[in-house]
């Protein structure tokens, strides 16, 4: 999936100091991404839903399809589906992932 026209569409794409913001939450994917990681194989569920309830934020930087894959992740996660969280985290990852990779992360 592309992120970059949802990022586009975001109503400050213009404004260089958002920008800068955006980059710096870039940034900081790999590291969550490994965080997310290693909650999924220490079997951590309250950690994974924390570090999900972190990324619900995405949205704020216009990747909005990341931001409600980490919403639908932590409210699974309360419910206690363990399975369903893996699929959804596994989906999360790859965005994320896909996010990086198209800036160059």
């Known amino acids: 999936p592309s992120f970059s026209s949802e990022e ?6 213009d404004d260089p100091d958002f920008a800068l913001v955006v980059q710096q939450f870039v940034d900081r994917l790999p590291e969550r991404i490994a965080d997310m990681n290693r909650a999924v194989t220490c ?3 309250k950690g994974l ?5 972190k990324l619900k934020g995405a949205a ?8 409600q894959s980490a ?3 932590e409210h699974t996660l309360t ?4 399975g369903q969280a893996l699929v959804i985290e596994t989906k999360l990852v790859d965005m994320a992932s896909s996010i990086c990779h ?3 992360k």
């Open 8 to 13: 586009n569409l975001h109503p400050l794409r």
């Open 43 to 45: 079997e951590d569920w």
């Open 49 to 53: 839903q924390m570090l999900s309830h």
């Open 60 to 67: 704020l930087f216009g990747f909005d399809e990341l931001g």
């Open 71 to 73: 919403a639908a992740l």
């Open 79 to 82: 419910q206690g589906e363990y």
């Open 102 to 104: 198209q800036r160059g």
